[in-house]
């Protein structure tokens, strides 16, 4: 499992996921953690899933081995690379 904290806002992580063509495929709370959120974002013609969380101050990035397609891991790892302003 690929897995880092980013360090922008999670708008500003979804806005770089919507400029690299990514979509929100769904969006939720976390279990069990009121006032957070769970988006799961892909690319619409291929397979994979980027998972986006933000729980507090905490923004991270997840891709489960089972769903990374071609492409996930290495968006995870840019998102990660980002420096706010």
Known sequence: ?????????????????RRRGLVVASERPLAGRSGSRHWHLRMADRPGTLEL????DRVWVKVHPRRAGEWAPDVARELAALRPG
Do not use: Q, R
């Open 1 to 17: 499992m690929v897995e880092f904290d980013i360090a922008v806002s999670a708008d500003a992580a979804l806005e770089e996921c």
């Open 53 to 56: 969380s933000k729980d507090g």
